[in-house]
């Protein structure tokens, strides 16, 4: 007995071997994706990119993109790939721009135009967002970039070749602080990339630090990668989440100069990893005298434990931060 699903089954297998029937139903799918194609590409060039411009839009794409998806964004003339897990300098580079590299300009702009501007060492590079376009504008000849995590370190080669200054940029996968050859534990913020940090305490703090995955990373000091630096052409610029203090007890030969020195002035962090302390010792000690902070660039004031502590109280230990370029 044939039933009606049988006849079918054996009519489509029939079916299946005409040659015509088959050469037709290829040629329909190949003009309904190239239609498809063409109308999807026609509204992406009408809709898409102009919508883009919005910044609400921006954050809409990345927020609803898949987690650990990556993403290519223009910044200005440079492109960057970043992470979608990435709520730090990921989604700032896709949603904002380049905000943090406007501190650079003002730095850049406080040191006048006798400063020559051959190397840039940018310590905590993350994914390159301030060296690559430092130089790939010719801001700076070349530059140094130190870079631990090996998820921003992978982001930060491929931005470096990417925008074509991999010949203009080296780079280095490991942490900085006061000696050499020391293996520190390295933790992993879940989400802001930007955050990670060395971990030198594992109680809960106010971003749980103590739920982190970690890992060991070998540390090195900055004087065993620049040494001796010219302070009429080199500009330091450290953002370690409060790590700054053990770095600069690691770079006396690179401070001796009075090296022009950015770093970010985060008492929460400094307080957890016991970094503040060395901080002033190492700024005091290389006779220093000048500093601004970047939030208020139009003040310069006197470099001094006093001024310093103020601006620890000011800003407190429980989350607020600014820049500080040491002159």
């Not at 970094?275 to 139009?298: I, T």
């Amino acid at each position: 007995m044939v039933t009606k699903s049988n006849f079918f089954s054996k009519l489509k297998s029939a079916l299946k071997k005409v040659a015509f029937l088959v050469a037709a139903k290829r040629c329909a799918y190949r003009y309904t994706y190239l239609v498809a194609k063409a109308i999807f590409g026609f509204c992406r060039r009408a809709f898409f990119h102009p919508l883009m411009r919005f910044e609400t839009i921006r954050q809409l794409v990345f927020d609803t993109t898949p987690v650990d998806t990556l993403l290519s964004t223009k910044c200005g003339s440079e492109t960057f790939v970043v992470s979608s897990r990435d709520t730090g300098v990921g989604r700032m580079l896709v949603c904002h721009g380049l905000l943090d590299y406007k501190t650079l300009e003002t730095v850049i702009a406080i040191l006048g135009p006798n400063f020559s501007r051959d190397l840039l060492v940018d310590v905590g590079a993350n994914i390159g967002s301030i060296c690559v376009p430092a130089v790939s504008r010719g801001v700076f000849k070349r530059a140094i970039a130190v870079e631990p995590a090996p998820d921003n370190f992978s982001l930060l080669s491929t931005n470096i070749s990417v925008n074509n200054v991999a010949d203009r940029i080296s780079t280095y996968n490991f942490a900085l602080g006061s000696q050499n050859g020391e293996h520190v534990t390295f933790e992993l913020a879940e989400s802001n990339f930007g955050d990670h940090r060395i971990r030198t305490r594992s109680d809960a703090g106010l971003y749980e630090e103590d739920k982190r995955k970690t890992l060991s990373v070998r540390s090195e000091t900055l004087d065993s990668i620049a040494g001796k630096l010219d302070p009429e052409n080199s500009l330091i610029w450290m953002d370690t989440q409060g790590y700054e203090g053990h770095i600069l007890k690691g770079a006396r030969t690179a401070l001796s100069s009075r090296i022009p020195l950015v770093i970010e002035f985060w008492p929460y962090g400094m307080n957890r990893s016991e970094s503040y302390l060395p901080l002033k010792a190492a700024l005091l000690e290389s006779n220093y005298e000048w500093f601004y902070d970047l939030s208020d660039p139009e003040h310069k004031l006197r470099l001094s434990e006093d001024s310093l502590d103020r601006i620890y109280s000011k800003l407190g230990e429980f989350g607020k931060f600014t820049d500080l370029l040491i002159v």
